[in-house]
């Protein structure tokens, strides 16, 4: 008798096919609470900005609607962070736009290129800095754009354009902060309560991953939870100047927390030492109820080398989870700091994360080759909605300039203003014509507005509701003396659609981004300051140091999908090899700086730190390593000894990294 299939039956699978498609789209009839809110909340204050703003009979009223879902984000910090910067970046564009307009009022040519030069100085500026100050400075050049093609028909008016489009912007803001006020509240105990929990969090999978996984050798495994933990860790730090702006003015809880976090690292890259000096650790910890530096400080005890058995000594091995376990109580203080702060804290703590000079050249060169190509189409073309789409242009090209893959950003982004321009061609050609009322208009877009804000929560969906968000207001064109005809719709839509193909394809063709150049331009730089943090005179300690190259080894892991497995692997392994030698170059350079070390022992490790400066100091390693062990041994205090083992180990850990990267510490 024949097998039978495992197949289902034809109506079985319809139904099965059906239900998955359903599940699908869970989010939207069976949506979190909180995002649910998030998206009612949003949806109501856009449409409430865009009444105000009809009410107020302004002659753009879409943009008010458009700031509301700019401004909006999951947090109250992030979007006051951001409403605040988008004024500033407003009423610095609006002069700007009233600049340039002043200076070429018959000289369209100079005009032009003048604007699509301040475009890409404003892109340029913006991929030097982070969050939203860089938003603040992207937004800075399309508001000129905006503002200046918008008067191009009547230039005489420029000042009143702007006028109007900054009261917009304050209207939106406005319209967002009161909506969000009514929706959160006790805000300032949510925030602090939310920041404690993570920080807690993030403390907890650090001591684990140390115990579990410490450091990261070039087990794929390993790799995958290290480079998670400092995804998490950087997002994180990123992210606390926002619960900052929760908790209020005159409080220190977000230097505590990046300086609780900036501890992390340090306490991963002290753990890797650990692996080198220590390579079989593997017994876990005990007491899974214990707090994470208990957990910790056991796991340590249990691993302690001994030397009956070992080969490592013990003295090498003390330094190293002393200093571990000295960062693991100060991470606990820090974090305990933010719960109650010491009676007068001044405490002050910063980081700076990498300044990619030469990705903001090409970011600028790319914008002011898209503005200027722009204005050379309408200049051909004639086009009657050319000045729409030269501000389109330069909007997307503002909203894209400071992400971290730009081409990758714009596709989502145009799949999501087709989405846009469908639903915009259904209420603009069918259901607006039949609104008398303006209770009627909004009930009509609560609906999209409300899915769009559902949709901005889910990461999957995030690139397509940004475009829909944003742009549905803009193609609806809701005005007081009339609506969108069919031929001004199309018009419309279409300056709209070009300018995410044009858009598209300038990041595809004029100074493209590429994953691998960019990997090795980051491992070119942290392998020169790896080789600086010798000097003496430099003053970046560990923390930044693990800081700055976390972040850069962040932005390559966010762009995983863009490598094969075998190059990322290679990568992150460099990459974390090199933050750990990073932290005991500057661990020598401490003691030779502050006087800590013998006289001999001190010309001996300042020559070593020289070589190393000059990248000659591989040949040096054996003689130094030989000569410190004799000076160990021969040393007849304790305190000598603990000197000449602190400086063993950081040779130690050097030495193997010199083995593991030879080109790249070289």
Not at 187 to 205: H, N, S, Y
Not at 271 to 296: F, N, V
Not at 477 to 484: A, E, L, M
Not at 512 to 539: C, I
Request: net charge positive; hydrophobic share 50%.
């Amino acid at each position: 008798m024949g097998a039978r299939t495992a197949t289902l039956p034809l109506p079985e699978r319809i139904t099965s096919v059906l239900l998955h498609q359903v599940r699908r789209v869970s989010w939207i009839y069976a949506p979190a609470l909180p995002d649910l809110a998030f998206a009612v909340r949003t949806a109501f204050a856009a449409i409430i900005s865009l009444l105000i703003a009809m009410w107020m009979e302004l002659d753009s009223p879409q943009w008010a609607p458009l700031t509301v879902w700019v401004v909006a984000q999951s947090s109250r910090g992030e979007s006051l962070s951001k409403a605040r910067w988008r004024i500033f970046g407003t009423l610095v564009g609006s002069v700007a736009a009233i600049t340039l307009m002043a200076a070429f009022p018959q000289a369209p040519g100079l005009f032009f290129a003048c604007l699509s030069l301040w475009i890409g100085l404003c892109c340029a500026l913006a991929t030097l800095l982070d969050q939203y100050r860089a938003y603040g400075l992207v937004l800075t050049g399309f508001t000129s754009a905006i503002i200046a093609t918008g008067a191009i028909a009547q230039p005489d008016d420029v000042f009143a354009i702007s006028v109007a489009r900054s009261s917009y912007i304050i209207l939106g803001v406005l319209c967002e902060a009161v909506l969000a006020v009514l929706f959160m509240p006790r805000m300032v105990e949510r925030a602090r309560q939310q920041l404690l929990d993570r920080l807690a969090d993030t403390f907890r999978a650090t001591c684990a991953t140390i115990t579990r996984h410490p450091g990261a050798s070039a087990d794929p495994e390993q790799q995958d939870v290290t480079g998670t933990l400092l995804k998490r860790i950087v997002t994180f730090s990123g992210q606390i100047e926002f619960s900052a702006l929760e908790l209020g003015p005159r409080n220190h809880v977000g230097d505590h927390a990046r300086r609780a976090l900036a501890g992390m690292l340090v306490m991963l890259a002290q753990a890797r030492a650990l692996q080198i000096l220590h390579p079989r650790m593997t017994a876990p910890p005990h007491g899974d109820d214990a707090r994470p530096e208990q957990l910790l400080a056991a796991w340590v005890r249990d691993n302690a080398p001994r030397p009956a058995t070992d080969t490592v000594d013990s003295p090498e091995w003390q330094p190293v989870t002393t200093a571990l376990l000295s960062e693991a109580t100060r991470v606990r203080n820090e974090i305990t700091a933010c719960t109650t702060a010491p009676r007068g804290d001044r405490f002050r703590f910063s980081l700076t994360s990498r300044r990619h000079m030469r990705e903001a050249v090409n970011n600028g060169l790319r914008a002011a080759a898209a503005i200027m190509g722009a204005c050379l189409a309408w200049e051909i073309t004639a086009w009657h909605h050319g000045p729409a789409f030269i501000s389109f242009v330069a909007l997307i090209y503002g909203l894209m300039a400071t992400r971290e893959n730009p081409l990758v950003a714009t596709t989502p982004f145009l799949k999501g203003g087709l989405w846009c321009a469908a639903t915009a061609a259904v209420l603009t050609l069918w259901v607006i014509p039949a609104i008398t009322a303006p209770e009627i208009l909004l009930m009509v877009l609560l609906v999209p507005m409300t899915v769009g804000g559902l949709a901005a929560r889910r990461p999957q969906l995030a690139g397509y509701a940004f475009s829909f968000n944003m742009f549905l207001p803009v193609l609806i064109g809701p005005i007081n003396q009339g609506r969108f005809d069919e031929v001004s719709f199309l018009n419309n839509t279409m300056a709209f659609l070009a300018s995410i193909i044009f858009v598209l394809l300038t990041y595809r063709l004029v100074v493209p981004f590429r994953m691998d150049v960019h990997v090795r331009r980051t491992e070119a730089w942290v392998s020169l300051r790896l080789r600086h943090l010798a000097r003496m005179g430099t003053r970046t300690d560990a923390t930044a140091w693990l800081a700055s190259c976390a972040t850069s080894l962040v932005r390559i892991l966010f762009q995983a999908n863009a490598l094969p497995p075998p190059v990322l692997g290679a990568c992150v392994a460099r990459q974390i090899t090199s933050m750990t030698v990073g932290v005991y170059v500057i661990r020598l350079r401490e003691l030779v700086r502050d006087g800590r070390l013998s006289p001999r022992a001190e010309r001996i490790v300042a020559l070593f730190l020289a070589r190393w400066d000059r990248g000659q100091a591989t040949a040096m390693i054996p003689y130094v390593l030989a000569w410190t062990q004799h000076e160990q041994a021969r040393a007849t205090t304790p305190h000598a000894r603990a000197q000449m083992a602190e400086v063993l180990a950081c040779l130690h850990i050097i030495t193997a990294g010199l083995h593991e990267n030879p080109d790249t510490m070289a």
